[in-house]
């Protein structure tokens, strides 16, 4: 598996060896070792979870303010727009975020470590994302900025129509006004 870093470099790029014929293909998903080697520290994943989500669906920016997650993420079918943004205060990237395709077809995993808001917009009719996490799902400490704040400029694809949100995320905060990491 080979680990690439992104403009973050915290935030880093998976993608595994291929292995296929005519009956299909064999990757390793996961190794705990390369992995740690990759994030210069021990991580533990706690959860496993999978969403289905339809075209336009936008999920996110979202984070835990206690109990912050991290998240090793891939899509298995379809193609989604996935997004880490920095909220760590005394990041030098605080307020940058980083963006990449993952899809069925390119098998990369996406690692968006604690201390960063996550978001993914689906662009095929519908999509299976898959995530591990660091940490434990938990409710009270969830938190959303807004997918479109100026501030943060995201540059969305255009997918031909207005995102399909969560209540949520349809009144998340701007990053000025968010809870944030020191």
């Known amino acids: ?3 690439t870093p992104t403009s973050i470099p915290d935030v880093l790029v998976f993608e595994p060896k291929l292995f296929g014929d005519a009956r299909g293909f ?6 705990q070792k390369v992995f740690d080697e990759a994030v210069g520290r021990p991580v533990t994943f706690v959860q496993d979870n999978h969403s289905r ?39 030098p990237a605080f307020g940058k975020w980083v963006g990449i395709e ?3 077809h390119n098998h990369k995993q996406f690692w968006v470590p604690p201390g960063f808001a996550h978001g993914f917009l689906v662009l095929s009719e519908s999509a299976d994302f898959l995530y591990k996490t660091t940490d ?6 969830e938190r959303s900025i807004a997918w479109n704040d100026p501030a943060l400029g995201i540059e969305w694809p255009d997918i031909g129509m207005a995102p399909v949100l969560s209540a949520k995320d349809a009144v998340g905060a701007s990053l000025g006004n968010a809870e944030t990491f020191p």
């Not at 064999?26 to 190794?31: G, K, L, R």
């Not at 999920?59 to 996935?82: A, M, S």
């Not at 434990?136 to 400490?141: K, L, N, R, V």
């Open 53 to 91: 989500s339809a075209r336009g669906v936008l999920r996110g920016l979202h984070y835990q303010i206690q109990q912050p997650q991290g998240k090793l993420v891939r899509v298995t079918r379809g193609v989604v727009f996935d997004v880490a943004v920095d909220i760590r205060k005394s990041s």
């Open 1 to 3: 598996m080979k680990a």
């Open 136 to 141: 434990y799902y938990a409710p009270p400490y």
């Open 26 to 31: 064999f990757c390793e998903s996961f190794n």
């Open 102 to 104: 993952l899809s069925e």
